[in-house]
């Protein structure tokens, strides 16, 4: 309809009209693409919403399983602590024989740390980092997922091999049953529990745990690597708690 009439106004050699249509032209097609940009951004604003809410939902997720995993970490540290101040020492302090088979087996658990990160995976093989405007929430997503687990907190130490190898099987498998409890979830708890097994041979089992020095070592070397899990497990705590907060002050804006 327009063309016919800017047809009909230069025949008619009314330029005012013709430069009128064609100004009503640029306007409506400068009003269409103005729209089209408007809907395109807002639909890029919801699907970033839509990303930061999942993603504070993983974060949400990380910061109660790091609770966990240190809370676990900690245990077994005090497991390990107790089994080698005996073997330097020869001080049992108020421990039984028994207690220390089960310091000794309970210091070879493991908890492995892994990130919940599908979401953040998901916007980065998508190539939609960029639906983050937010250059600083950018910017710690990158730092927090950049995270490459250490062995602190995914081996499983040589200790474990060998401490589990010295351990008669009827002890292993009660302390299994007896003082050791998991869930679907990989939630792990260890627990005090009363002997199964008379103290003397408790004792012959401790002296020989005790007594292998390089057992002792691999036991040294574990507790350190449980004390540098724990200032990970604390450090990614702190940048999970930060970076829910700009996440929750975003997604409040939008």
Not at 20 to 38: A, H, K, M, R
Not at 190 to 195: E, K, Q
């Amino acid at each position: 309809m327009i063309l016919r009439r800017i047809t009909e106004h230069v025949k008619a050699q009314n330029w005012f009209a013709v430069a009128l249509d064609f100004l009503i032209v640029v306007v409506g097609v400068f009003i269409g693409i103005q729209v089209s940009n408007w809907n395109d951004a807002r639909v890029d604003q919801l699907r970033a919403l839509g990303y930061l809410e999942r993603i504070d939902a993983n974060l949400e997720a990380d910061m109660l399983d790091l609770e966990k995993r240190t809370r676990f970490w900690r245990q077994v540290a005090d497991y390990g602590a107790t089994g080698l101040n005996y073997a330097e020492t020869g001080d049992a302090g108020a421990h039984s024989a028994w207690e220390l088979v089960l310091a000794y087996f309970q210091s070879s658990q493991v908890s492995e740390l892994i990130p919940s990160q599908a979401t953040y995976d998901e916007l980065k093989s998508a190539g939609e980092l960029g639906l983050m405007s937010n250059l600083d929430i950018r910017n710690a997503l990158t730092n927090y997922y950049i995270f490459v687990a250490t062995p602190s907190v995914t081996e499983r130490p040589p200790y474990r091999e060998h401490v589990r190898g010295l351990i008669p099987l009827d002890v292993q498998q009660y302390i299994w049953n007896s003082c050791y409890t998991s869930d679907g979830t990989g939630d792990q708890e260890m627990h005090p529990c009363p002997s199964p097994i008379s103290e003397a041979r408790a004792t012959e089992i401790v002296d020989t745990i005790s007594n292998d020095a390089a057992l002792m070592a691999e036991l040294r070397y574990w507790m350190s690597s449980m004390h540098v899990a724990g200032l990970i497990g604390r450090d990614r705590l702190d940048s999970a708690t930060a970076l829910r907060a700009m996440i929750k002050e975003e997604i409040a804006k939008k």
